[in-house]
């Protein structure tokens, strides 16, 4: 049983949100630069394509990965309450030494 660590807890926190977030950045990143690429052949300047096909994108990635990144932010949750009751007794795993 290893004492909390601010460090520790900051660490787990942002690698949470950077796992969580990462599948939807990139594959907006990835969509914008294909429809960028496609607008500039076609020369269609319409933003409203780039930002209907970023919106379709998202929501179906919600869709499909949506119970995979409750689950994440849950556990991530769950580690962060044990972490505060565990602070008062010197441990950072919520259980009594």
């Given at each position: 049983m290893t004492p909390f660590s601010l460090d520790q807890a900051l660490t787990q926190a942002l690698m949470?949100?950077?796992?969580?977030?990462?599948p939807i950045v990139v594959a907006v990143l990835i969509v914008g630069l294909l429809v960028?690429?496609?607008?500039?052949?076609?020369?269609?300047?319409?933003?409203?394509?780039?930002y209907?096909?970023?919106?379709?994108?998202?929501?179906?990635?919600?869709?499909?990965?949506?119970?995979w990144m409750g689950a994440q932010m849950l556990q991530g949750f769950d580690r962060g309450f044990d972490w505060i009751s565990g602070m008062h007794r010197g441990n950072g795993d919520g259980q009594q030494s």
């Open positions: 949470t949100v950077l796992l969580v977030s990462a960028g690429v496609a607008q500039a052949v076609t020369q269609v300047q319409d933003q409203a394509i780039a209907g096909v970023k919106i379709a994108v998202v929501f179906a990635l919600l869709l499909m990965l949506g119970g």
